[in-house]
């Protein structure tokens, strides 16, 4: 009887962790000032700098492949969780779910899945105009181990935009997430190499975890900057549970 019994409650769960993902997901779809810039930019900058301004050069499509790659999961996690959560702390939505009667970390994994959704498309549609238009030829494993790195990518990204989620109200949030997101993309090499960069700026570098993003997906496709891959890997593991860490203090001050 016991075991009768928690069998539909485990179902029950599961249920409603697939339930608060898939209508994350569809709200967020729907919302194309979110979908549209997330999953359209990273693709029409590669058209112009990976397949138009360095056509028949295949390294320079590789390299842009895999970074912008994570120029596309910065925007999924930082602006899934960065606005969305300040505005939904903002009127009162957190305080609502959580007086419902749902798997606690349901709202915060139903996120995390959307984030790393959106990743993926960013990742396929990259791919698909990297092998299509560029030329870009990468073996099997490669192309999947590039998804799935692109895809779990965006964890580092959606503690930090948490974390600016339990600073700010929802009218700063973009504002605050932009002034973040794209000096960072610029200032890790995501957007040229940064050899191209004045040495002050290039050096600095590892200082950011787009960085370390941008180099581990630069490994998968053979143009790692040579530094030992656990290296990029501890850090962006350690920037993730401490952002984590803290937004969730925040979270249960401030709700």
Known sequence: MMHAVAEPIRHRTLRSYLLEAK???LHLLRTPIFALPTILFPALFYLLFGVVLNSGN???ARYLLATYGAFGVMGAGLFGFGVTVAIERERGFLTFK?????PPGAYLLAKMAMAMLFSAIVSLLLGALAFLLAGVSLQPGQWALLLVVDMLGALPFCALGLFIGTLVGGNAAPAVVNLI???MAFLSGLWLPLTMLPDVLASAAPAWPAYHLGQIALTVVGMDDDTALVVHVGVLAVVTVALFVLARARLARTG
């Open 98 to 102: 959580r007086a419902l009667p749902m």
């Open 181 to 183: 997101f794209l000096p």
């Open 23 to 25: 209508y994350e997901f």
């Open 58 to 60: 295949e390294d320079a």
